[in-house]
């Protein structure tokens, strides 16, 4: 998970889930499909990678880039989905061990 720790490839993903103009790389546009879906259906398309990746995703933006996440949070409703509250222990570990 090395793009955690580049701010500057992180934050080129972020503000493609936030729609900001020319920012999406393929990458990010593969991910502004499916974290949202992610969210919205509590990742019943993921497999086991893919849920354990995105739970590592938000546990580290929610401990280092809180402003961050509060965007993306606002944006696709997270703090209150499904996928988040089955995952909240998870994530709380997660923070911890970062």
Same mark, same amino acid.
């Given at each position: +998970? &090395?793009?955690?720790? &580049?701010?500057?490839?992180?934050?080129?993903?972020? =503000?493609?889930?936030?729609?900001?103009?020319?920012?999406?790389?393929?990458?990010?546009?593969y991910?502004? !499909?499916?974290?949202? =879906?992610?969210?919205?259906?509590?990742?019943?398309?993921?497999?086991?990678? !893919?849920?354990?990746?995105?739970?590592?995703? +938000?546990?580290?933006l +929610?401990?280092?880039?809180?402003? #961050? #996440?509060?965007?993306?949070?606002?944006?696709? !409703?997270? %703090?209150? %989905?499904?996928?988040?509250?089955?995952?909240?222990?998870?994530?709380?570990e997660?923070?911890?061990?970062?």
């Amino acid at each position: +998970m &090395n793009i955690l720790r &580049n701010a500057r490839m992180l934050k080129r993903y972020v =503000e493609c889930l936030l729609d900001v103009p020319d920012t999406c790389t393929k990458d990010g546009d593969y991910l502004k !499909q499916v974290l949202p =879906e992610a969210i919205k259906t509590n990742c019943a398309e993921c497999d086991a990678k !893919q849920d354990d990746t995105a739970v590592r995703v +938000m546990a580290y933006l +929610m401990k280092y880039h809180d402003d #961050w #996440w509060k965007k993306i949070d606002a944006r696709y !409703q997270a %703090s209150t %989905s499904e996928f988040l509250l089955a995952r909240k222990a998870k994530i709380e570990e997660y923070k911890n061990t970062l």
